[in-house]
């Protein structure tokens, strides 16, 4: 079983930045893709940002050029560095991994609180 421990999350200010934090239990990188993910009071969850297998990355569109997603494989750590953030940002995030076997996220954290302030 996996487990996805997020921290990083906080409050700040509109054109802030945070970093977010997503601990995997072992090694899974070689086999899962990862994603960050999330969901603001009253709305659908939606993904943010995605990192591949192999690496290559992917971004929701009201995120580019603001937000990076990236891994350390030997720290097993996933991070999602938010730049320029907005109070639209605030939401809760969480991290997700999918196995390559598979076509939906097969393990969640328990998602970090983001909260920016005009």
């Known amino acids: 079983q996996v487990q996805l421990v997020e921290s990083g999350g906080g409050l700040v200010q509109s054109g802030g930045s945070l970093r977010l934090s997503c601990a995997a239990s072992?090694?899974?990188?070689?086999?899962?893709?990862m994603a960050w993910f999330r969901q603001a009071p009253g709305k659908q969850r939606e993904s943010v940002a995605g990192?591949?297998?192999?690496?290559?990355?992917n971004y929701a569109e009201s995120v580019k050029g603001r937000f990076t997603i990236s891994r350390d494989d030997a720290k097993n750590t996933v991070y999602l560095q938010m730049n320029s953030l907005k109070p639209e940002d605030t939401a809760v995030y969480s991290c997700?991994?999918?196995?390559?076997?598979?076509?939906?996220?097969?393990?969640w954290g328990q998602g970090t609180q983001v909260t920016v302030s005009a």
């Open positions: 072992g090694r899974i990188f070689s086999s899962h893709a």
């Open positions: 997700a991994a999918k196995h390559y076997s598979l076509g939906y996220y097969n393990y």
């Open positions: 990192i591949s297998i192999g690496g290559s990355t």
